[in-house]
């Protein structure tokens, strides 16, 4: 795919030349040379030209064989999916170890073919540890911000599990906080009234599974969409339940949710303890889950961060400022 060519050129001048065959110069550099130009955000310190089919750099030796094995991830992650975008170089480019970056479904494991064939996979480090999480335990927690997919990838992982018939149904829910005791004054009956506190959940799963199917599931109570309080009193079987927006439960509905896991179940629960809608005073239950679970066997906790955002460029850039925002309060 490509032939890497790096001369140490002599006294004080190092010198590294990579030659790209059988790639595309033009998408692998961006329009109007933008992956180049984020590249030398990266390496300010290299002198980086793209000229041709090939890339030339030029500085300290070190920096260069730092520069080569990154540019090599890059390579091989273009020669496998055949795209670059930014969020992808930034994720190389800040993944502490290739390891961090290539872990074992780095190799492009599909999760789910999902509707139009669209492949669902793990698209980031932390990802791919979620889903390595949820093969060794039952129960995992994912918390991180908005944006990094861990109720999206949790949805393929709850698919994946229903097709290969390792669960006879899923469960979805999520506490509806924001409706409050306004429910009553919203038009229509109780799910039309809940539905859009549901909604990241159908949109998942609108991405998995043709529409006729995702009606006739959820008609037939295979998947199950409902608030948190619907859990009440029941023992949940040979399901994948996911409980999102887990920030935002009490320690009773907390507690009340974890005594629900019944014979082959996986519960996986996400949530972003920097978006906390509870009246103030408080305790999350998920937090509090999080200390009084964190040296269980069995529970599996990710934490994924801003290098694991797959929505918009800027969405990374909003979570930055308003951390360093709180970091000063």
């Given at each position: 795919?490509?032939?890497?060519?790096?001369?140490?050129?002599k006294?004080?001048?190092?010198?590294?030349?990579i030659?790209l065959?059988?790639?595309?110069?033009?998408e692998?550099?961006?329009?109007?040379?933008a992956?180049?130009?984020?590249?030398?955000?990266?390496?300010?310190?290299?002198?980086?030209?793209?000229?041709?089919?090939?890339?030339?750099?030029?500085?300290?030796e070190?920096?260069?064989?730092?520069?080569?094995?990154?540019?090599?991830?890059?390579?091989?992650?273009?020669?496998?999916?055949?795209?670059?975008?930014?969020?992808?170089?930034?994720?190389?480019?800040?993944?502490?170890?290739?390891?961090?970056?290539?872990?074992?479904?780095?190799?492009?494991?599909?999760?789910?073919?999902?509707?139009?064939?669209?492949?669902?996979?793990?698209?980031?480090?932390?990802?791919?540890?979620?889903?390595?999480?949820?093969?060794?335990?039952?129960?995992?927690?994912?918390?991180?911000?908005?944006?990094?997919?861990?109720?999206?990838?949790?949805?393929?992982?709850?698919?994946?599990?229903?097709?290969?018939?390792?669960?006879?149904?899923?469960?979805?829910?999520?506490p509806?906080?924001?409706?409050?005791?306004?429910?009553?004054?919203?038009?229509?009956?109780l799910?039309?009234?809940?539905?859009?506190?549901?909604?990241?959940?159908?949109?998942?799963?609108?991405?998995?599974?043709?529409?006729?199917?995702?009606?006739?599931?959820?008609?037939?109570?295979?998947?199950?969409?409902?608030?948190?309080?619907?859990?009440?009193?029941?023992?949940l079987?040979?399901?994948f339940?996911i409980?999102?927006?887990?920030?935002?439960?009490?320690?009773?509905?907390?507690?009340?949710?974890?005594t629900r896991?019944?014979?082959?179940?996986?519960?996986?629960?996400?949530?972003?303890p920097?978006?906390?809608?509870?009246?103030?005073?408080?305790?999350?239950?998920?937090?509090?889950?999080?200390?009084?679970l964190?040296?269980?066997?069995g529970?599996?906790?990710?934490?994924?961060?801003?290098?694991?955002?797959?929505?918009?460029?800027?969405?990374?850039?909003?979570?930055?400022?308003?951390?360093?925002?709180?970091?000063?309060?």
């Amino acid at each position: 795919m490509y032939s890497i060519y790096s001369t140490k050129k002599k006294q004080h001048l190092n010198e590294l030349i990579i030659e790209l065959e059988e790639v595309s110069p033009k998408e692998f550099f961006g329009a109007q040379n933008a992956n180049i130009i984020l590249l030398k955000k990266y390496f300010p310190k290299l002198k980086i030209v793209a000229r041709g089919n090939k890339i030339k750099a030029y500085g300290d030796e070190e920096l260069l064989e730092e520069f080569d094995r990154r540019l090599t991830m890059l390579m091989n992650h273009f020669g496998k999916y055949n795209k670059l975008d930014e969020n992808v170089i930034e994720r190389v480019l800040t993944s502490q170890s290739s390891d961090d970056y290539k872990t074992s479904d780095a190799s492009g494991e599909v999760l789910v073919h999902g509707v139009g064939g669209k492949l669902i996979k793990a698209q980031s480090a932390n990802q791919r540890k979620l889903v390595e999480s949820m093969r060794k335990n039952d129960m995992v927690f994912a918390i991180g911000p908005a944006g990094t997919g861990k109720t999206y990838t949790g949805v393929a992982l709850a698919v994946k599990a229903l097709k290969n018939k390792e669960v006879k149904r899923i469960i979805l829910t999520r506490p509806a906080v924001e409706a409050g005791e306004n429910l009553g004054f919203l038009p229509g009956d109780l799910k039309e009234k809940l539905d859009p506190y549901m909604q990241p959940l159908y949109d998942a799963l609108r991405d998995m599974i043709p529409a006729e199917k995702l009606d006739s599931y959820i008609e037939k109570g295979v998947i199950q969409i409902a608030p948190l309080a619907f859990m009440r009193g029941r023992t949940l079987d040979n399901a994948f339940v996911i409980l999102d927006e887990g920030q935002n439960t009490t320690h009773a509905q907390m507690k009340m949710f974890l005594t629900r896991m019944g014979k082959s179940a996986k519960f996986l629960l996400t949530g972003d303890p920097g978006q906390i809608d509870l009246p103030r005073r408080t305790i999350s239950g998920l937090k509090e889950a999080l200390l009084i679970l964190k040296n269980v066997d069995g529970v599996g906790m990710i934490f994924l961060d801003d290098k694991d955002v797959i929505r918009h460029k800027l969405v990374k850039k909003v979570i930055a400022a308003y951390k360093n925002i709180e970091n000063r309060d």
